[in-house]
Every structure is written in structure tokens, then in C-alpha cells.
Nanobody
Framework: QVQLVESGGGLAQSGGSLTLSCQAS????????MGWFRQAPGRSREVVAT???????DIPFSVRGRFTISRDFAKNSVTLRMNSLKPDDSAVYYC???????????WGRGTQVTVSP
């Protein structure tokens, strides 16, 4: 089983920046895919940014150019740098991982990000 522990998040002002980090354990090295999803109240969980070992990045238009994902494959960690934050970015952010292509998803507990106007 893969365990994911998130850190970072918190409160930021509109236009500000935050960084989220996630460390995996109990997994093969490296994990095929690591990344971030988010869920705001009343909304479904959505992808924020994911990155695979073959360098495929899934970054939706809503955050492209503002958020940057990076991975340390040796340490099985992933970082999300969020710039130019907007109130609409407020959500619980979840670290996500898959061990290999087609694997089920593993999730962290989530970390709250709140962006004030």
C-alpha cells in the first residue's frame, strides 16, 4: 500500500503563492504517476496537475501557467507551486499516486487551501 502525506497549504491572498508537498512511502520506486487533485464544497474532485515517469503532464487550462508541478523520482515526492492564486482555487487539495499504468488511485488525507479576495 502507498501512503501519501501532504504538507503546505493554508491561507493566501488573491494573487499570492503557496506550495504543496507530498511524500510517498510504502511504494515501489518510482511511482508511475504522482500529482494533485482538489475538491471544493459542492463540487466534484478535479485534477490539478499530475506527472508520470514518462514525463506526461496533465494540467487543466484553469491552472496552466499559474501552477507548476515537479517530482523528485528518487525520493518519490511531488511538489505543486501555485502562483497568482484566485479565490476559485480554494479547495481541499489531495495528493494522488498510482504505482503503474492502470493501477488504482491512492490518496492523501488532503490539505486545505483558502484564497481570500
Amino acid at each position: 500500500q502507498v501512503q501519501l502525506v501532504e504538507s503546505g497549504g493554508g491561507l493566501a491572498q488573491s494573487g499570492g503563492s503557496l506550495t504543496l508537498s507530498c511524500q510517498a512511502s510504502g511504494s515501489p520506486n518510482p511511482l508511475f504517476r504522482m500529482g494533485w487533485f482538489r475538491q471544493a464544497p459542492g463540487r466534484s474532485r478535479e485534477v490539478v496537475a499530475t506527472l508520470t515517469t514518462d514525463d506526461f503532464a496533465d494540467i487543466p487550462f484553469s491552472v496552466r501557467g499559474r501552477f507548476t508541478i515537479s517530482r523528485d523520482f528518487a525520493k518519490n515526492s511531488v511538489t505543486l507551486r501555485m502562483n497568482s492564486l484566485k479565490p476559485d482555487d480554494s479547495a481541499v487539495y489531495y495528493c494522488n499516486a498510482r504505482r503503474w499504468l492502470g493501477d488504482s488511485d491512492f490518496w492523501g488525507r488532503g490539505t486545505q487551501v483558502t484564497v481570500s479576495p
